[in-house]
């Protein structure tokens, strides 16, 4: 029987695959000098973290293709910087956590805190899962959404509830209010519209425990985009409306 010919076209497939997960990943191997300010001696971590973004993160659609270039300075530092405003030693819920961010990226930059992730995608959760195994982070790994009762009763309140563009403030005030403790924070990783989502949903997220919302920039010394951030006080039980 005549060859087809076919292994060889498998073999040109593989080759071209693989230097195009070679390229995608290259990108961990130049970090700019803002990830050395932020990272220390964790950089490292921080490089390797990169590379499992740009490969396995976008083979399993949580990064799309066109964010490779961007990786550091759009999503690992722009996250990393939220740990201007956290405290030493914090405990940390980072509510739909999606690709770890801005979870892992603190969890390298602070080995100081204690971490928890909580993402209701099974594909998802796997994936924090193994990436932080790789990368030797004690970080917990919590499957389910923040607002439901399992999720609540197996995380214990933290000091700070994170999250990255997940939800207007009115939900995600509701969501994240449970998860932390009576004088713990909300920060909220928003855009340019958070000061105009502040005044729409004030209201709404002091019946639901979170009050003094306000706008911080963080970053501004070592990137070249700050990081906007809207950071909420947990103030006791939610108020309730009174049943007649």
């Not at 990368?135 to 214990?156: F, I, N, Q, S």
């Not at 939900?171 to 920060?187: E, K, M, T």
Request: aromatic share 2%.
């Amino acid at each position: 029987m005549k060859h087809d010919g076919s292994d060889g076209d498998n073999g040109d497939h593989s080759t071209a695959d693989d230097s195009y997960l070679a390229d995608r990943a290259a990108v961990a191997d130049s970090p700019p000098p803002a990830a050395t300010a932020i990272f220390g001696d964790r950089l490292e971590l921080a490089q390797q973290y990169c590379r499992i973004l740009a490969t396995d993160g976008i083979d399993h659609g949580l990064m799309g293709p066109r964010e490779v270039p961007r990786l550091w300075d759009r999503h690992i530092l722009n996250c990393a910087v939220v740990q201007e405003v956290i405290d030493d030693g914090q405990s940390i819920i980072d509510i739909g956590s999606g690709a770890g961010l801005p979870g892992i990226p603190l969890a390298i930059a602070r080995p100081d805190l204690t971490i928890t992730l909580i993402e209701p995608l099974l594909r998802r959760s796997e994936f924090l899962q193994r990436t932080v195994e790789a990368l030797g982070l004690p970080v917990r790994v919590v499957r389910g959404r923040a607002e439901e009762k399992a999720v609540r009763a197996e995380v214990e309140p933290a000091d700070v509830v994170t999250s990255r563009a997940l939800a207007p403030l009115d939900r995600l005030s509701r969501w994240s209010a449970p998860l932390i403790r009576d004088g713990g924070r909300l920060v909220a990783l928003k855009g340019s519209s958070a000061p105009d989502e502040i005044e729409r949903d004030r209201k709404v997220a002091e019946r639901n425990g979170i009050g003094g919302l306000r706008v911080e920039l963080v970053g501004k010394s070592v990137v070249e985009q700050p990081t906007t951030l809207v950071i909420g006080d947990k103030r006791g039980a939610p108020k309730r409306r009174r049943t007649r």
